[in-house]
Nanobody, 122 residues
């Protein structure tokens, strides 16, 4: 069992940056793929970014490519999402997820955090 806890969300202005963190408890995440998803009000949850177990491969949604960076520190059981040049369309609850394979679909991930709210004002 892997428990995931996100942090780092908040209220920022357009153009600002935020770094989200996700810590895995009770078990190392070094052998798992980690991903970030988000869900905006009234919309379905969508893929944001994913990173393989070694951190050597990353994939991003087109909407965040070039602005967001996913990274991980397996020694600390941590995954991060650096978000730059935020805009109001990035407002959502952001979820950390863990799974066995690199994928952009929710079904590929077995474990999920509770989410952290990011609100970007214009």
């Amino acid at each position: 069992q892997v428990q995931l806890v996100e942090s780092g969300g908040g209220l920022v202005q357009a153009g600002d940056s935020l770094r989200l963190s996700c810590v895995a408890s009770r078990r190392t995440i070094s052998s798992t793929v980690m991903g970030w998803f988000r869900q905006a009000p009234g919309k379905e949850r969508e893929f944001v970014a994913t990173i393989n177990w070694s951190g050597t491969s990353t994939y991003y949604a087109d909407s965040v490519k070039g602005r967001f960076t996913i990274s991980r520190d397996n020694a600390k059981n941590m995954v991060y999402l650096q978000m730059n040049s935020l805009n109001p369309e990035d407002t959502a609850v952001y979820y950390c997820a863990a799974g066995p394979i690199t994928a952009r679909t929710e079904g590929a991930y077995n474990y999920w955090g509770q989410g952290t709210q990011v609100t970007v004002s214009s």
